[in-house]
C-alpha cells in the first residue's frame, strides 16, 4: 500500500524528521486560507499516488494567498499518470540550498534493508541511478544491530555533508530506518531531503510503501487506504483476494498459481506476445471470484485477447468453466479467448467452455502461441509453430548418452539409498 507524501511525512514527523508546516486541502479557497495562516510563500503539491508530480506540473510555487488559490485550483482536478488530482497539499514553500535523496528499500538479494543516499536528489534521482550509480550510497542495516552511528557517518561523508549536519543527519537516519522498520514498509523515502538557507536539513518530500501482508498488524495505516486514487481494478481486485498487477502488453492472463502465472507470462513472450497482467485468482477459486477476475482483466483498454491458464487441483475446472462463461454473459467482451484447462474435471470444463464457443487449447504453448495469433489477428487459422525450448535441447543431448547416464545414476544411487536406509534404521534401533 502506498502512503501519499503528506501522510508520509506526518509519519516521518512523530520519528523527529523535520517537515515543513502545511495542511492538506480540496478546495482552491482553503489553499488560500491555509497560505494566508503560514503566512509566507507556500508550495502547493498534488497529492496522488505516483512519483514525477514535479515534471508533471503538480507541484508550484505560491508568493501570496491569491496566487496559491490560483495554483491550487489549477491543480486540483489535474489528470497525473491517469490518476485525478482530489487533494493537494499547501506547504511552507523551503529555500533550497540543495537537494538531497535519502531511502530505504529492502533488498531481497542482500535478505536486508539498505539505506540510500546521494548528493544529487531531487526529480532526476531515477536518472541518476541508471546512468551514474556510482552517485548513489548505499549500505544494508543488519536487522539486529540496527543502523549503526559509522553507518550514518559513512554515508553522510560519502555525499560531501558538512561536519555541522551530521548530528542532525544522523537523527533524520535513525529515524527513517525506525519509522521504516515499524510500519513494515518497503520503501521509506525522503526525495529532496534540503539544505535550506539556515543550512538545516528537512524532508520536503516524502514517499512509504507498506508492505500488504503486514498490514493486519497496522489496522490505523490500513485506514490510510486512499481508494479514490486507486486503479479501480486493483481495488476490486484487492477486495476479492485475487493478486493482480497490472502490466503494459496486450495479453490479459488469468492464472491459478503464482508459479504458473509467472510461466505464462514467459510463454507469452516467448511466443512474441506481451502480457498485459499478472493475476493469481488463487486456489478453489469459485464461479464468482473467476468472473471479477475476468471483469478486471477487460477493465483494462489495451488487452487485446484473453490467455487462461488453469491447473485444477484443489481449483476446479468445471467451476471455472462456469464462472468463465457467467462472466462473459455479463461482462460480453468483444475480444478474442482461449483457455486452457487442466486436472480436476478438465473434461466437463472443456465440455462448458466448448459449449460457450470458446478456443481451447491442450497444452501451455499451444495456448500461448493462439493468444499472440489472436492478438495479431490471426484468428482464423492457428498454425502451431515447432516448440523450440532450450530445455529440451539439453534432454535431447542427454538421451543420447543414455548408457552412461544409467551407469552413473546406479553407482552413485544405490549406495546413498542404503546408506540413508541403515541411519534410518539405527535411529529407530536408538529410540
Ligand atoms: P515529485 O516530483 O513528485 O517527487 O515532488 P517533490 O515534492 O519532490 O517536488 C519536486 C521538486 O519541486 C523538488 O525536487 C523541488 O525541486 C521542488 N520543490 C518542492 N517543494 C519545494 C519548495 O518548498 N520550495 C522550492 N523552491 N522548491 C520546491
Ligand atoms: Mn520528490
Avoid: W
Amino acid at each position: 500500500m502506498k502512503l501519499h507524501e503528506y501522510q508520509s511525512k506526518q509519519l516521518f514527523a512523530k520519528y523527529g524528521i523535520p517537515i515543513p508546516k502545511g495542511e492538506v486541502v480540496t478546495q482552491p479557497e482553503d489553499a488560500r486560507r491555509i497560505a494566508r495562516d503560514l503566512g509566507r510563500r507556500v508550495v502547493v503539491k498534488a497529492q496522488v499516488l505516483v512519483g514525477g508530480r514535479g515534471k508533471a506540473g503538480g507541484v508550484k510555487l505560491a508568493n501570496t494567498p491569491d496566487e496559491a488559490e490560483k495554483v491550487a485550483g489549477q491543480i486540483l482536478g489535474m489528470d497525473i499518470k491517469g490518476l485525478t488530482v482530489h487533494k493537494v497539499l499547501v506547504d511552507e514553500a523551503a529555500d533550497i540550498r540543495q537537494e538531497i535523496y535519502l531511502g530505504i528499500v529492502l533488498d531481497r538479494v542482500q535478505r536486508r534493508a539498505v539505506m540510500m543516499a546521494s548528493a544529487s536528489g531531487g526529480m532526476d534521482i531515477e536518472e541518476i541511478a541508471r546512468t551514474q550509480p556510482e552517485k548513489i550510497t548505499r549500505v544494508a542495516i543488519d536487522p539486529f544491530l540496527g543502523l549503526r552511528e559509522y553507518q550514518v557517518r559513512q554515508i553522510a561523508y560519502s555525499i560531501g555533508l558538512p561536519r555541522e549536519q551530521l548530528k542532525d543527519f544522523n537523527v533524520i537516519a535513525q529515524g527513517l530506518y525506525r519509522c521504516f522498520a515499524d510500519v513494515d514498509a518497503s520503501l521509506a523515502e525522503v526525495n529532496p531531503l534540503i539544505v535550506n538557507g539556515e543550512d538545516k536539513l528537512q524532508a520536503v518530500d516524502g514517499k512509504i510503501l507498506i508492505d500488504d501482508n503486514a498490514l493486519f498488524r497496522h489496522p490505523d495505516l490500513a485506514a490510510l487506504r486512499d481508494v479514490d486514487e486507486e486503479a479501480p481494478s486493483e481495488t476490486e481486485a484487492r477486495q476479492r483476494g485475487l493478486s493482480y498487477i497490472k502490466l503494459d502488453g496486450e495479453i490479459g492472463c488469468m492464472v491459478n498459481g503464482a508459479g504458473l502465472a509467472m510461466a505464462t507470462m514467459d510463454m507469452t513472450q516467448l511466443f512474441g506476445g506481451s502480457p498485459a497482467n499478472f493475476l493469481d485468482i488463487g486456489g478453489g477459486a469459485q464461479a464468482d471470484k473467476v468472473a471479477a477476475a475476468l471483469r478486471i482483466i477487460l477493465a483494462d483498454p489495451h488487452v487485446k485477447a484473453v490467455l487462461f491458464n488453469i491447473f485444477g487441483g484443489i481449483t476446479r475446472c468445471d467451476e471455472v468453466a462456469r464462472g468463465i462463461v457467467a462472466a462473459l454473459e455479463e461482462v460480453k467482451p468483444n475480444v478474442p479467448m482461449v483457455a486452457r484447462l487442466v486436472g480436476t474435471n478438465e473434461e466437463e470444463g472443456r465440455e462448458i467452455l466448448a459449449a460457450a464457443h470458446m478456443a481451447t487449447a491442450k497444452t501451455l504453448a499451444e495456448a500461448a502461441q493462439k493468444a499472440v495469433a489472436l492478438v495479431k489477428g490471426e484468428a482464423a487459422v492457428v498454425k502451431l509453430l515447432p516448440v523450440e525450448v532450450k530445455p529440451l535441447k539439453a534432454k535431447r543431448k542427454v538421451a543420447a548418452k543414455k548408457p552412461a547416464v544409467k551407469k552413473a545414476v546406479a553407482k552413485k544411487a544405490r549406495p546413498t539409498v542404503k546408506k540413508a536406509t541403515a541411519r534410518a534404521s539405527t535411529k529407530k534401533a536408538r529410540k
